[in-house]
């Protein structure tokens, strides 16, 4: 199940990313926003990161215009790994390193084409655990209050 969410600025991308995963199968629950009406980003990516961070969903897609203030909500929520991506590249390396379990895009800032593209690397990109478990460790630990050295 993959959590979405975007704000009024991300509207269309959202009905996009829709698409994709209709295409390829994939349940989805969309948290909002549902119209093009000005509203609070983090609203809607605290719904979505706190269905991923509680397990309700495997993980989430958010957007907002640049993608930054929604990402930055996500990652406030304990057990979220928000990547704001605007490219392939990275979108494939923060889920193979990072474990990357939501991803954040601008809808603003990047073509939808590009958007596309982006979503099915983060999608298809599986985690390679090993020494990068170890760092994602850390950055739990991290969430944790522990400290590093
Ligand atoms: C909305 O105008 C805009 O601030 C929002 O979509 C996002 O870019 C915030 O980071």
New binding site residues.
């Given amino acids: 199940m993959i959590a979405l969410a975007c704000?009024h600025?991300?509207l269309e991308l959202k009905a996009e990313v829709i698409k994709i995963l209709e295409e390829r199968g994939l349940a989805y629950e969309d948290f909002g926003t549902y119209t093009t009406d000005s509203c609070h980003?983090p609203i809607y990516g605290a719904r979505a990161a706190k269905a991923v961070a509680s397990g309700k969903c495997d993980r989430g897609i958010v957007i907002?215009?640049?993608g930054?203030?929604?990402s930055l909500v996500a990652n406030k929520i304990k057990g979220i790994r928000c990547s704001l991506c605007s490219d392939v590249y990275s979108a494939k390396m923060t889920r193979a390193h990072n474990d990357s379990n939501m991803l954040a895009m601008?809808a603003?800032v990047i073509g939808v084409e590009i958007a596309k593209e982006i979503v099915a690397a983060w999608l298809d990109t599986p985690f390679e655990g090993g020494r990068h478990q170890t760092r994602v460790d850390m950055i739990t630990a991290l969430e944790n209050g522990e400290e590093l050295e």
């Fill in positions: 704000d600025a991300a980003y907002c215009g640049t930054i203030g929604i601008g603003r």
